[in-house]
């Protein structure tokens, strides 16, 4: 599906670029214009500017992230803890114990 590139608004007096986000539903395109010099509108980030400052940026690297139920510390946790548990099986097996 090609997105429309522009979009009228003002009653058709002004031509602007289109917000080029799609709904993950209907996979339409939504129907606001873009926020000057963005893609997107300012309801799909075009008011975004991003962390600028060197604290900011830590900051946003330290910031617990989640994903589901899990944050990134606890899957590193159980990789670590995973890892731990191979190596120990590993060494039973060349014991002997299974």
Known sequence: MDREPLIKTLGGRVTC???QALS?????????PAIK??????????KSSG??????????D?????????T??????RKHKLRELRELEA???EIGMI
């Open 17 to 19: 670029l289109r917000c």
């Open 51 to 60: 962390a600028k400052t060197p604290e900011g940026k830590q900051r946003r």
């Open 91 to 93: 060494v039973m097996a």
């Open 24 to 32: 993950k539903r209907s996979q339409l395109q939504c129907k606001k």
């Open 62 to 70: 330290n910031a617990r992230l989640v994903h589901g139920r899990e």
């Open 72 to 77: 990134r510390t606890l899957r590193d946790t």
């Open 37 to 46: 010099g963005k893609r997107v509108c300012s309801n799909h980030g075009g």
